[in-house]
C-alpha cells in the first residue's frame, strides 16, 4: 500500500494570501495524483488530476505541481468558498489511497 | 449533469447488515466503473471498494474485505456497497464516486455523490 502524507495538517491563512500545500508518497506514485476539495458539510469535489492539470470549472487561482514522490498543491490569493480541507489521493495502483488532510483555515 | 445519490444509510446494530445503494443519471453508467469511499466522523476519506464498468472486477481495501460486497445492476444505473457484520468502526458518512474515465479503472476519482451516514450503535 502506498502511504500519502500531507502537510501541514493546519494551514491558517488570511484572506487574500496563498497556501502551499504538500503531499508526499513514500514511493513513486508517477504523475498519478489528484487533488480534492471538501467544504464543511459537503462531498469532496476534484480540482486537480495527473498532478498539474485543473479540473473542469476549477479557477485558475489553483495549480498542481510534483511528480514521483513530492507534489504541491498551491492556492493564490484565497477567497472565502477556498476555506475547506483538501485531500490528495494517488491512482497509480490499488488499494487506492488518500492523505490524511490539510485544513486551510482563516487566519 | 452527472448525478450520483447514496441511500440506504441509518442507525443499525452491530452485527446486522445494511445496502447501500448508489443511483446514477446522466451519464452512461454501463461505460464507468464506480468507487465507494467512506468518511468517519470528523476524519480523513478512506477508499473502500471499486467496481468495474461491467462488475466483472472488484477491489476491496483490507480493512473491509470479507465483510463488504460491491456490486451493480446497470439497466437500473444503480451501484450497491452491502455492508455485512457492521461494527463500531463502520460508522461514517459513505460517498459514491464515478471513475474519470470510461472503460478503464486507472484514473482519479470523478463526480462525488453527497454522501450516506451510516450509525452503527447498539
Known amino acids: 500500500e502506498i502511504v500519502m502524507t500531507q502537510s501541514p495538517a493546519t494551514l491558517s491563512v488570511s484572506p487574500g494570501e496563498g497556501a502551499s500545500l504538500s503531499c508526499r508518497a513514500d514511493?513513486?506514485?508517477?504523475?498519478?495524483l489528484a487533488w480534492y476539495q471538501q467544504r464543511p458539510g459537503q462531498a469532496p469535489r476534484l480540482l486537480i488530476y495527473?498532478?498539474?492539470s485543473r479540473a473542469t470549472g476549477v479557477p485558475d487561482t489553483f495549480s498542481g505541481s510534483g511528480s514521483g514522490t513530492e507534489f504541491t498543491l498551491t492556492i493564490t490569493s484565497l477567497q472565502s468558498e477556498d476555506f475547506a480541507v483538501y485531500y490528495c489521493?494517488?491512482?497509480?495502483?490499488?488499494?487506492?489511497?488518500f492523505g490524511q488532510g490539510t485544513k486551510v483555515d482563516i487566519k | 449533469q452527472v448525478q450520483l445519490v447514496e441511500s440506504g444509510g441509518g442507525v443499525v446494530q452491530p452485527g446486522r447488515s445494511l445496502r447501500l445503494s448508489c443511483a446514477a443519471s446522466?451519464?452512461?453508467?454501463?461505460?464507468?466503473?464506480i468507487h465507494w469511499v467512506r468518511q468517519a466522523p470528523d476524519e480523513g476519506l478512506e477508499w473502500v471498494a471499486s467496481?468495474?464498468?461491467?462488475?466483472?472486477?472488484?477491489y476491496y481495501a483490507d480493512s473491509v474485505k470479507g465483510r463488504f460486497i460491491i456490486s451493480r445492476d446497470n439497466p437500473k444505473n444503480t451501484a450497491f456497497l452491502e455492508i455485512n457484520r457492521l461494527r463500531v468502526d463502520d460508522t461514517a458518512t459513505y460517498f459514491c464516486?464515478?471513475?474519470?474515465?470510461?472503460?478503464?479503472?486507472?484514473?482519479?476519482?470523478?463526480?462525488w455523490g453527497q454522501g450516506t451516514l451510516v450509525i452503527v450503535s447498539s
Open positions: 464516486a464515478k471513475e474519470a474515465r470510461e472503460w478503464e479503472m486507472t484514473e482519479w476519482l470523478g463526480p
Open positions: 446522466g451519464f452512461s453508467f454501463s461505460s464507468y466503473g
Open positions: 467496481i468495474w464498468y461491467d462488475g466483472t472486477t472488484k
Open positions: 514511493q513513486s506514485v508517477g504523475n498519478k
Open positions: 495527473g498532478a498539474s
Open positions: 489521493q494517488q491512482y497509480y495502483n490499488w488499494p487506492r489511497t
